[in-house]
């Protein structure tokens, strides 16, 4: 999207090749210590872009938006309420689901453990995980309060509906960013953010992975101790064969990903569901059981993960077969009148209690937008034409 707006055509597999090219030149020519300065400066950026972001939008948002936001539950930072296997965020799952994967990430992951290594000492890698468990919160809590401002600046308009229909009429919700980068910034900030985009894009995880396969596989394997030289070597021969086995998996993913419903963002910590469990199992085994071996490790994450597998695929396939959508609540659109529905899940009649009503609404100089409000509980007959869908 961004590129077509400037002229360029270009397929996600020339985008992907050109990302993955640019991190295995930066990641050859400087080794761990320019993807760690990268990092700091890519983060910087995209940080600066989001601001830039939130200052066009103060400007643009439609009075009483804050209201509104706040009745559609958009600042709700605990759910008590949500199913904790079939609800996507429930309170019990955040917070364990949230430790173990914290544990995981930033205790056993060699993309973290390696950048720690490189710190002066003990001490400035534990200052280093404090502050980035810090950064990480703060992070996230500006790019979501950023999501608000946009779903305020569109009107609750969803993003992969027709325009016909109120939407937006994307390919998918990763492209509300982009959307509004290219058509509502002026063009000198509108390159600015989008480099940030491009910036975030670009975090390598090449290093962590040649590092790990040459010291705990090839090493172990070949039972041999490499010379500083060899392992450089090795390692550059690594770098090569995981950034193209990263391509292909990475093009393969945006191909087939290009209408999905969940945000990539939710999909990828989907994602480390099924193997951050293993891994931290695993390193914990070894850790408490003296008498574990290498093979005890690779049998526990392999059941482990097979488990999870089930779970997962359990779960959802739960959610599916109840009737919740995947944050625990019945979601029907009702536009105008008792028995128009519009996307949702079908079936007619009126909204009951509890259940999101969507009906259109005027902005100027914009196709018909969608604001968001919880349906009332049944009135009696003739106490008002819109009935259930009254706002």
Known sequence: MVLASYGITASYWVIVAVLGIAMVFYTFVGGVRAVVWVDAIQMLWYVIGGLIV???LAGSLPDGWF????????????????????????FVAAFFGGAMLAMASHGVDQLIVQRLMSTRDVRAAQKALVASGVVVLAQFAFFLFIGVLMWAFYQAAVPTDPVSAGGLGLGNKDELFANFTVTELP??????????????????SLGALASATVTDGYERISRRTLSDTDRLRLGRIWTVIWAGLLITCAGLFATANQTAAD????????????????LLGAFLLGLIVKRATQTDGIVAFAVTVAVMTFVILGVKFVGLAVGHRPGGQRLRRVVHGPDRLLGGRTGRGRAQPGELVVHPARRGGHADRRRVARAAPPRPAGAGAGGATDG
């Open 67 to 90: 209201g509104d936001a706040m009745d559609a539950s958009k600042f709700q930072v605990f759910d008590f309420s949500s199913n904790a296997l079939t609800g996507s965020f429930p």
């Open 263 to 278: 945000p990539i963002v939710v999909q990828a910590l989907g994602i480390t569901g099924y193997t951050y469990g293993a």
């Open 54 to 56: 939130v200052v066009a």
């Open 187 to 204: 063009s000198g900030l509108s390159g600015f953010v989008i480099a940030g985009i491009l910036a975030a894009a670009l975090s390598s």
